[in-house]
């Protein structure tokens, strides 16, 4: 477990953002403050602040008064929150288990990890010196838990390297460092136990007693008695396979190059469990800290490497322009984000029945234009025809899509025609009709006038009115609905519907009215 | 190298709908496969015009009609620009079923750009599984590289193209055939019930033959064509041209 503290992060972040704007400025101690109850107080210091006999929490006044030449920036929390989660992302390139530790600080699993970089010591000095890069102060620890690290990193020697021997090396420590609340560091410090020494061996009881449940917890947890579980801010992919470049690439070819070489990876330990991928990322470390994710769905599960390499030409042809790899990618990393048990006839590029094929156009189709436009219609449960006619992307599978149950009962009752075009909104229309329930004998639609020659109808369908009127969804609200089918002097044919029944009229609530909702062919 | 090139020239000026060995998809109606020379080629492209935007839903089913005359077991693309799909209206499944397309076998795309069109046309023109690819142009002019690319794309997978137009277009174009289509009244003067949907449609490009119109009725049950009997043929008479030879 890898502790990152970034101590003086409000700071370094105005500097950084000045140096890039490349304002000349006074070096002046620069101070962050912030309220904090109804008191102006400083957050953040940077060194020369401290250096000047600064600390955070001081009140802005005082401060002041001691110093009046201060740079004093107010805080901007959201920044530095943003700030943090790109530093997260970018601590991708070591494990894909990273999660903030808010505010200044990431922790990191990096077992298992390790020894790609060549070892801890490694991994630590090429952190450390991609950070000084980048213009941070920081101090690191690693240790076997997530609370030894974060006490070692935070108040203890920086780079340490604690294995084993937590318990010697916490002792000396205060007892801020177990991340205690400050009342409860307050009252033992109260009764004299200042470090982490003092309690290590105190009879447990009393302290839980006196102290609560959470000061034993936390030093169990330090010293590895009790399981600490670390929430990484993204999902764990159940596959992942990456390559480090020595030499950055940047050409289109060598990423999609590099894609196929990975998916075959992928493929040998997707088919050793029987799984197919249905979700694949493919996350590019940017030499200068920037990294992209791009990520392709896929219709049925997919094992084969050069099917997968298909799918990120496409999607790298959509993104052409925004891929812009700067100085080149040094690191690329193929994680399958959802896998799915797939049997394997469904997989490989031999494969010669159409069905194959099929997927395998949807697949490319929803890759380059998004996976929502590319739809199929499904057989809904509903007799509203809105509901009735929504379609799904086509990538996403069922085991019954409704046809099946659709068209036993289609052959069995006679269905009244429907029109070949919807409108996804009803529309408004202005409708004369002979009697107050009758069909329309003459309307306008969308400034044109039509004359009624034959009418079909009504088909009555009951609004939705189980629901709450909702006139946003749809302006027609949940009225019950008279449906005509109508056909005008020249021939076009109309699907109409009159909202609401004239013998339901109340004084107060709204009339009738007409809605366009459909052509047919 | 002289060689390679010319014989890539050859393939290049080929019209697509001129090859000897493509399928032609009978219609069913005798007047119309005459003129059409045994019937819509397949493995081309076929321009489908709406007299003007009123008629578009005419021309859509007109379309479809064609499509399930072809469709096999294979699927059915339909690839529009989102202001199509927005101002005429989303295909209704239940709507189309009623021209014998299966709804389990149709492919809704909706893209954003005319670019994305052509290309989406052309890669589901290039896949086995699909029977029959139509595209919807709401209005514009095409760009006439990509239309040629769909001619080809189509002649070398054989299936079939389809570009709907909401407005009729003076473009050239390298369609087999170009169509523009009306609605046509289904009820009978006098009584009000209602016939099958009624087209007219008027052939006025015919690579093969001559141009002509008729009205067509699509009959549902069977789900073919037949030439409507009770309406009064459209007063333009049967046009002869001479067939186009190409060099």
């Known amino acids: 477990m890898l502790s990152l503290w970034l101590p003086r992060f409000a700071t370094d972040r105005i500097r950084r953002l000045r140096d890039a704007a490349s304002v000349s400025h006074e070096h002046l101690p620069l101070v962050v403050t912030g309220k904090r109850g109804n008191a102006d107080i400083l957050i953040a210091i940077d060194e020369a602040a401290e250096q000047l006999g600064l600390s955070a929490g001081m009140a802005l006044a005082q401060a002041r008064a001691m110093h009046p030449t201060l740079d004093i920036v107010p805080e901007d929390a959201r920044a530095d929150g943003e700030l943090l989660e790109s530093i997260a992302d970018w601590c991708l390139r070591y494990t894909p288990l990273v999660a903030c530790d808010a505010p200044d600080g990431l922790l990191l699993d990096i077992s298992g990890c390790a020894h790609l970089y060549g070892g801890e010591h490694e991994l630590v000095a090429d952190l450390g010196r991609r950070l000084t890069e980048a213009g941070f102060a920081f101090r690191i620890a690693i240790a076997s838990t997530i609370g030894a690290a974060w006490a070692a990193a935070h108040d203890g020697r920086p780079d340490t390297y604690a294995n084993g021997d937590e318990r010697d090396f916490l002792a000396p ?349 | 190298m002289r060689d390679a090139l010319r014989q890539q020239l050859i393939y290049l000026q080929k019209p697509a709908s001129l090859a000897e060995e493509l399928a032609a998809l009978p219609l069913g109606v005798s007047a119309v496969d005459n003129a059409l020379g045994g019937g819509l080629l397949c493995g081309a492209m076929h321009e489908i015009t709406a007299a003007s935007e009123a008629h578009l839903p005419a021309a859509t089913g007109f379309t479809l009609g064609l499509a399930a005359l072809a469709n096999g077991n294979k699927h059915l693309v339909w690839i529009a620009e989102d202001m199509a799909l927005t101002e005429s209206g989303v295909p209704y499944s239940a709507g189309y079923e009623a021209f014998g397309l299966p709804p389990e076998r149709f492919i809704i795309v909706a893209v954003a750009h005319r670019h994305e069109l052509m290309t989406a046309m052309e890669e589901a023109l290039r896949c086995r599984a699909v029977g029959a690819v139509l595209g919807e142009v709401r209005n514009g002019s095409l760009d006439a590289v990509a239309v040629r690319r769909l001619s080809l794309a189509a002649s070398d997978s054989g299936t079939l193209a389809f570009l709907l137009r909401a407005k009729p277009s003076h473009d050239a174009s390298t369609a087999a055939t170009r169509w523009t289509v009306q609605t046509a009244p289904s009820v009978i003067p006098g009584q009000r019930e209602f016939g099958g949907p009624r087209f007219a449609v008027h052939l006025t490009r015919n690579r093969r033959g001559p141009s002509a119109s008729w009205i067509l009725e699509w009959r549902n049950p069977d789900d073919r064509f037949v030439l409507a009997t009770h309406a009064e043929p459209l007063a333009a008479p049967l046009r002869h041209r001479p067939y186009q030879k190409v060099a």
């Open chain 1, 173 to 521: 420590l205060p007892l801020g460092a177990l991340r205690l609340p400050p009342p409860v560091v307050a009252s033992l410090v109260r009764v004299g136990l200042k470090t982490i020494g003092d309690i290590i061996d105190l009879p447990r009881s009393p302290l839980t007693a006196r102290f609560g449940a959470g000061l034993l917890r936390q030093l169990d947890r330090a010293l590895g008695r009790e399981h600490e579980p670390l929430t990484p801010r993204l999902p764990v992919a159940p596959y992942v396979a990456e390559k480090r470049f020595h030499e950055p690439i940047a050409r289109e070819e060598d990423v999609l190059g590099t894609v196929e070489k990975l998916a075959a990876r992928l493929a040998v330990a997707l088919e050793r469990r029987g799984d197919g991928a249905r979700r694949i990322e493919l996350t590019l470390f940017r030499t200068d800290g920037a990294l992209r994710r791009i990520a392709a769905g896929t219709a049925r599960p997919l094992r084969d490497a050069a099917d997968m390499r298909a799918l990120f030409a496409e999607r790298l042809a959509t993104l052409a322009d925004e891929l812009d790899p700067g100085f080149g990618f040094d690191m690329a990393r193929l994680s399958v984000l959802i896998a799915e048990p797939a049997p394997a006839e469904q997989i490989g590029m031999g494969s010669a029945d159409d069905t194959g094929e099929m997927v395998r156009l949807i697949d490319r189709l929803s890759a380059r234009l998004g996976a929502q436009r590319v739809r199929r219609a499904v057989a809904q449960d509903s007799h509203i025809p809105e509901i009735a006619a929504v379609t799904l992307p086509a990538q996403m599978t069922m085991k019954d899509d409704g046809w099946v149950a659709y068209n036993r009962h289609r052959s069995a009752v006679e269905l009244a025609p429907r029109p070949l075009r919807l409108l996804s909104r009803p529309e408004p229309i202005e409708a004369v009709a002979e009697v107050p329930d009758g069909p329309p004998l003459r309307f306008k639609w969308r400034r044109a006038l039509h004359d009624i020659v034959a009418a079909e109808g009504p088909e009555r369908i009951e609004g939705a009115w189980w629901q709450e009127e909702n006139v946003e969804a749809s302006p027609s609200g949940n009225r019950t609905r008279d449906y005509f089918r109508v056909e005008d002097k020249s021939g076009h044919r109309f699907w109409l519907f009159r909202a609401g029944l004239y013998r339901d009229l109340v004084p107060g609530t709204a009339p009738p009215s007409w809605f366009m909702h459909g052509m047919f062919g």
